[in-house]
């Protein structure tokens, strides 16, 4: 039988995730939007381009989560953007609403499958979904260092004037201003940054990867960034209906691991078939250890405006 993936929200970022994965050939697809004729409409277009790009996929869109039933992988970028006008408490509570609805329609068709959260603001997201569908955290984890590791590789691949491939990198924390990158233990084939870059020029590519989200809203003026984070969800889709056992950066609820219980931020896991199959503990230094503590402490702040008891 083939895999079924599922998207939820069928906007910039949901489209592209459908599109990229769809190519990928493994799995069908299904695009859900609450909007009539937008998941159908974007699910026809990428279709079309099947027989001219030689491929053989299926993929649907709906407005209904009976379509979703059985599915192994489910996408949540339902939700609003940030408007003028609105705080960060107000975009909050709007998207904790939506949340609530679309994770508890996602389990009650799909109860077994793996829930990857992109609709920000991104851990606090997870929180809720994890508090409100009882999911074991291995089967329900964001994506948010991907696209931070992404951004801090692609800096440093264009500061060196080298491949981005031979360029590897580390970001955990939250998904916001607290991340935290670590540079002792990003490598250019094998070589870490420290030796190859001074230091002011690493620190200024880290508030580049920090502000990296905010830079591409302003260059793009209405709506945020999709292509490189439907790029990092496709890399997670891959790694668990593949069971890669890729090791990746997921926002993912602690229990204990870097000395932080209750929260959910950004670390490094082992990620396959059954979901995150293993946290990786690195060994801090005691200034990234209490980085990390920082971020999560911000997240923990988010999270108790919404009140979950
Ligand atoms: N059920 C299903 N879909 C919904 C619901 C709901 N209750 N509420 C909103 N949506 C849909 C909207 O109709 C819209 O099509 O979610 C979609 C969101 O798409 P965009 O506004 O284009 O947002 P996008 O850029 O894709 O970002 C999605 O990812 O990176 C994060 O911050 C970003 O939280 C945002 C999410």
């Given at each position: 039988?083939?895999?079924?993936?599922?998207?939820i929200?069928?906007?910039?970022?949901?489209?592209?995730?459908?599109?990229?994965?769809?190519?990928?050939?493994?799995?069908?697809?299904?695009?859900?939007?609450?909007?009539?004729?937008?998941?159908?409409?974007?699910?026809?277009?990428?279709?079309?381009s099947?027989?001219?790009?030689?491929?053989?996929?299926?993929?649907t869109?709906?407005?209904?989560?009976?379509?979703?039933?059985?599915?192994?992988?489910?996408?949540?970028?339902?939700?609003?953007?940030?408007?003028?006008?609105?705080?960060?408490?107000?975009?909050?509570?709007?998207?904790?609403?939506?949340?609530?609805?679309?994770?508890?329609?996602?389990v009650?068709?799909?109860?077994n499958?793996?829930?990857?959260?992109?609709?920000?603001?991104?851990?606090?997201?997870?929180?809720?979904?994890?508090?409100?569908?009882?999911?074991p955290?291995?089967?329900?984890?964001?994506?948010?260092?991907?696209?931070?590791?992404?951004?801090?590789?692609?800096?440093?691949?264009?500061?060196l004037?080298?491949?981005?491939?031979?360029?590897?990198?580390?970001?955990?924390?939250?998904?916001?201003?607290?991340?935290?990158?670590?540079?002792?233990l990003?490598?250019?084939?094998?070589?870490?940054?420290?030796?190859?870059?001074?230091?002011?020029?690493?620190?200024?590519?880290?508030?580049?990867?920090?502000?990296?989200?905010?830079?591409?809203?302003?260059?793009?003026?209405?709506g945020?960034?999709?292509?490189?984070?439907?790029?990092?969800?496709?890399?997670?889709?891959?790694?668990?209906?593949?069971?890669?056992?890729?090791?990746?950066?997921?926002?993912?609820?602690?229990?204990?691991?870097?000395?932080?219980?209750g929260?959910?931020?950004?670390?490094p896991?082992?990620?396959?078939?059954?979901?995150?199959?293993?946290?990786?503990?690195?060994?801090?230094?005691?200034?990234?250890?209490?980085?990390?503590?920082?971020?999560?402490?911000?997240?923990?702040?988010?999270?108790?405006?919404?009140?979950?008891?």
């Amino acid at each position: 039988m083939r895999s079924k993936v599922s998207i939820i929200g069928a906007g910039m970022v949901a489209g592209t995730c459908a599109q990229r994965i769809a190519e990928r050939g493994y799995a069908d697809v299904v695009l859900l939007d609450i909007i009539e004729g937008l998941p159908q409409g974007k699910a026809l277009d990428i279709l079309e381009s099947a027989p001219i790009l030689g491929l053989d996929f299926r993929i649907t869109g709906t407005n209904d989560y009976e379509d979703t039933a059985n599915s192994e992988v489910v996408i949540i970028t339902a939700g609003v953007s940030r408007k003028p006008g609105m705080s960060r408490d107000d975009l909050l509570l709007t998207n904790m609403k939506i949340i609530r609805e679309v994770s508890t329609k996602i389990v009650q068709h799909s109860p077994n499958c793996i829930i990857i959260m992109v609709t920000n603001p991104l851990d606090a997201m997870v929180q809720l979904a994890l508090h409100d569908t009882k999911f074991p955290r291995t089967r329900l984890f964001g994506q948010s260092g991907i696209l931070d590791t992404g951004r801090f590789r692609t800096f440093i691949a264009q500061e060196l004037d080298v491949s981005v491939e031979d360029v590897s990198a580390y970001v955990l924390g939250g998904h916001g201003a607290t991340m935290v990158p670590l540079p002792r233990l990003c490598t250019v084939g094998g070589i870490p940054i420290t030796e190859l870059l001074p230091e002011e020029k690493i620190s200024s590519i880290i508030q580049r990867t920090v502000k990296g989200g905010a830079e591409i809203v302003s260059l793009l003026k209405a709506g945020s960034a999709f292509y490189t984070p439907s790029a990092a969800v496709m890399e997670m889709v891959d790694a668990i209906i593949l069971d890669k056992k890729r090791i990746l950066p997921c926002a993912t609820y602690l229990e204990g691991e870097y000395g932080i219980n209750g929260v959910v931020v950004g670390v490094p896991v082992k990620l396959g078939k059954n979901g995150i199959e293993q946290i990786i503990e690195l060994k801090l230094t005691p200034e990234e250890e209490e980085a990390l503590k920082k971020s999560a402490r911000a997240v923990q702040e988010i999270v108790s405006i919404m009140k979950l008891e």
